[in-house]
């Protein structure tokens, strides 16, 4: 009895927590569409969100090009495939490494830290102050985090891209001696816009995800410090998982058609 | 006169446990009443009830006569914007200067500019008898008693009908509790608004109130003037006003001794 008690209170726990979700999210939405817009606040945001997060960004896609151009060189050596190096890191940077690990990074540093934001101002009271001054926090504090990494995360993504690619560049001239010109040009030849809009558009639902994780788990956050650190694991954990998720639907999706 | 705030009946429980159970409590128009109870009673919930913060499972709360329970946020606006609050720890927005905080509400509801804004910051802050050198700085940077006077600042600067108090002096030293005191006192004879203030602090009580509720367990169980306060042969309300370990209010759960029922005492 006591198994079957733990299996329903699992469910209907997470059964709650989804329907709490679902109604945070059209909130939001609404809080999104409906003035006033928090232009400045949206303004903050992209340059925490965005601006902030382009060193980690650009070195992760870096050094992941450049791992990337490796091991198909290798991959390709044992039948005597080597000059796809290019275009299968292009390929691989633009359609999936870029957008996700890109948002795995930013779902790292900006979903922790808006939901440590947002959780402190929960369990400091600031989150009622603000309704009792007449302000909705969800137009307030959620709307423009999710809108500013929803804006941001495609950018992000694209400088991933080319970095990405610059690092599989650099590795493949210099390491393995491949020609610089016939690199690029491979590269061109073989990229198409379709490679890189379907790795912009995952990358859009990727900043959606990490900034409404964030924030969710900040919104609900409670029992003082401990509950504000079980947001922000709970929130970069959501966020990555949901991440992954999303990319697989999304492939799924886009390149079946 | 007639009833500002008027709770009738109001229950509210979170799971098994009841933490309202039949709240009746009015306050007059120009009234400041000073909710009394020790930790764990019920008078932040019944705060945050009467703020909308929380919604009650059932009774009645009305704001000049308008019922409040079941409306949405935006249903209530009117009635939001005559309502200040001084929360407990100030709850002063961090990432904005103390100008902003206390402009906040001018500046994101009425659309006011900044060098008003600014005015109106200064002008706040000198009814609680702060400096303009304090606008542009950070909340981390203040004090606890500046915190709490910033809070205040922020209450009273939309010129409010009611303002609500949630243990106003909590954490203060004793000259700034009086400090604090005569400052909620002034504020509000100035603005002739109606208060609720929720504390444990008798000091508070004495300075500030009018009338007064004791709330044990949910219930309202006393209720009186100041004058009736003192000369209360009440079990509970002498307990807790002389600070006595031993008397029919339990202790953090535990029964110091043999207690009757807040119903059964009254």
Same mark, same amino acid.
């Given at each position: 009895?006591?198994?079957?008690?733990?299996?329903?209170?699992?469910?209907?726990?997470?059964?709650?927590?989804?329907?709490?979700?679902?109604?945070?999210? #059209?909130?939001?939405?609404?809080?999104?569409?409906?003035?006033?817009?928090?232009?400045?606040?949206?303004?903050?945001?992209?340059?925490?969100?965005?601006?902030?997060?382009?060193?980690?960004?650009?070195?992760?896609?870096?050094?992941?090009?450049?791992?990337?151009?490796?091991?198909?060189?290798?991959?390709?050596?044992?039948?005597?495939?080597?000059?796809?190096?290019?275009?299968?890191?292009?390929? #691989?940077?633009?359609?999936?490494?870029?957008?996700?690990?890109?948002?795995?990074?930013?779902?790292?540093?900006?979903?922790?830290?808006?939901?440590?934001?947002?959780?402190?101002?929960?369990?400091?009271?600031?989150?009622?102050?603000?309704?009792?001054?007449?302000?909705?926090?969800?137009?307030?504090?959620?709307?423009?985090?999710?809108?500013?990494?929803?804006?941001?995360?495609?950018?992000?993504?694209?400088?991933?891209?080319?970095?990405?690619? *610059?690092?599989?560049?650099?590795?493949?001239?210099?390491?393995?001696?491949?020609?610089?010109?016939?690199?690029?040009?491979?590269?061109?030849?073989?990229?198409? +816009?379709?490679?890189?809009?379907?790795?912009?558009?995952?990358?859009?639902?990727?900043?959606?995800?990490?900034?409404?994780?964030?924030?969710?788990?900040?919104?609900?956050?409670?029992?003082?410090?401990?509950?504000?650190?079980?947001?922000?694991?709970?929130? +970069?954990?959501?966020?990555?998982?949901?991440?992954?998720?999303?990319?697989?639907?999304?492939?799924?999706?886009? *390149?079946?058609? | 006169?007639?009833?500002?705030?008027? $709770?009738?009946?109001?229950?509210?429980?979170?799971?098994?446990?009841?933490?309202?159970?039949? &709240?009746?409590?009015?306050?007059?128009?120009?009234?400041?009443?000073?909710?009394?109870?020790?930790?764990?009673? @019920?008078?932040?919930?019944?705060?945050?009830?009467? $703020?909308?913060?929380?919604?009650?499972?059932?009774?009645?709360?009305? &704001?000049?006569?308008?019922?409040?329970?079941?409306?949405?946020?935006?249903?209530? !606006?009117?009635?939001?914007? %005559?309502?200040?609050?001084? =929360?407990?720890?100030?709850?002063? =927005?961090?990432?904005?200067?103390?100008?902003?905080?206390?402009?906040?509400?001018?500046? %994101?509801?009425?659309?006011?500019?900044?060098?008003?804004?600014?005015?109106?910051?200064?002008? !706040?802050?000198?009814?609680?008898?702060? @400096?303009?050198?304090?606008?542009?700085?950070?909340?981390?940077?203040?004090?606890?008693?500046?915190?709490?006077?910033?809070?205040?600042?922020?209450?009273?600067?939309?010129?409010?009908?009611?303002? =609500? =108090?949630?243990?106003?002096?909590?954490?203060?030293?004793?000259?700034?509790?009086?400090?604090?005191?005569?400052?909620?006192?002034?504020?509000? %004879?100035?603005?002739?608004?109606?208060?609720?203030? &929720?504390?444990?602090?008798?000091?508070?009580?004495?300075?500030?109130?009018?009338?007064? !509720?004791?709330?044990?367990?949910?219930?309202?169980?006393?209720?009186?003037?100041?004058?009736?306060?003192?000369?209360?042969?009440?079990?509970?309300?002498?307990?807790?006003?002389?600070? $006595? !370990?031993?008397?029919?209010?339990?202790?953090? @759960? %535990?029964?110091?001794?043999?207690?009757?029922?807040?119903?059964?005492?009254?």
């Amino acid at each position: 009895m006591t198994f079957l008690a733990t299996i329903g209170a699992f469910f209907l726990a997470f059964f709650a927590q989804s329907g709490r979700l679902a109604v945070f999210v #059209g909130q939001t939405l609404a809080a999104m569409l409906r003035p006033p817009i928090y232009f400045r606040i949206i303004g903050q945001q992209i340059i925490r969100i965005g601006y902030f997060s382009l060193p980690v960004v650009a070195l992760t896609s870096f050094f992941t090009g450049g791992a990337l151009a490796i091991q198909i060189y290798y991959g390709g050596n044992q039948f005597n495939s080597e000059a796809i190096v290019s275009s299968i890191v292009a390929l #691989g940077i633009t359609r999936e490494l870029g957008p996700v690990l890109g948002g795995l990074m930013v779902a790292g540093r900006v979903s922790a830290a808006i939901a440590a934001e947002i959780g402190t101002m929960r369990v400091t009271e600031q989150i009622d102050a603000l309704t009792t001054l007449s302000t909705n926090p969800h137009k307030y504090l959620v709307a423009p985090r999710v809108i500013a990494a929803t804006i941001c995360m495609p950018v992000l993504a694209l400088v991933a891209d080319i970095i990405g690619i *610059f690092g599989g560049f650099v590795v493949g001239t210099q390491s393995f001696g491949f020609n610089a010109a016939i690199y690029v040009q491979r590269t061109i030849n073989f990229l198409g +816009v379709d490679d890189v809009t379907s790795g912009l558009i995952k990358a859009a639902v990727f900043g959606f995800i990490i900034a409404m994780m964030g924030c969710y788990n900040g919104y609900y956050s409670k029992g003082g410090a401990q509950g504000v650190g079980r947001a922000t694991t709970n929130a +970069v954990v959501s966020a990555s998982i949901l991440i992954l998720a999303a990319n697989y639907l999304m492939t799924s999706l886009l *390149f079946s058609a | 006169m007639t009833a500002k705030i008027a $709770l009738t009946n109001v229950h509210k429980s979170f799971g098994p446990k009841d933490v309202l159970r039949g &709240i009746n409590l009015k306050v007059e128009t120009g009234q400041s009443l000073v909710v009394i109870g020790g930790s764990g009673s @019920g008078k932040s919930v019944m705060l945050k009830s009467i $703020l909308g913060l929380l919604t009650p499972d059932s009774g009645s709360i009305k &704001i000049d006569s308008c019922e409040t329970v079941g409306l949405a946020r935006h249903g209530r !606006a009117d009635i939001d914007h %005559q309502i200040g609050m001084l =929360f407990q720890n100030g709850a002063l =927005f961090d990432s904005l200067p103390v100008w902003k905080n206390v402009a906040f509400r001018a500046i %994101q509801n009425d659309g006011m500019n900044e060098a008003d804004a600014r005015d109106l910051a200064v002008d !706040a802050l000198k009814r609680v008898e702060l @400096g303009a050198e304090l606008l542009d700085l950070s909340p981390a940077a203040l004090s606890g008693g500046m915190h709490k006077r910033v809070g205040l600042a922020r209450a009273i600067a939309s010129k409010p009908e009611i303002i =609500f =108090f949630d243990e106003p002096t909590t954490g203060l030293d004793p000259i700034m509790t009086d400090v604090i005191n005569h400052l909620i006192r002034n504020c509000v %004879q100035e603005l002739g608004a109606t208060t609720v203030t &929720i504390t444990h602090d008798m000091t508070s009580v004495r300075a500030i109130s009018d009338k007064t !509720a004791l709330l044990y367990k949910g219930e309202i169980i006393w209720q009186g003037t100041t004058d009736e306060l003192e000369g209360s042969d009440d079990p509970f309300l002498n307990q807790f006003i002389n600070g $006595l !370990a031993h008397g029919p209010i339990e202790v953090e @759960g %535990q029964k110091l001794a043999s207690a009757p029922s807040p119903a059964e005492a009254v």
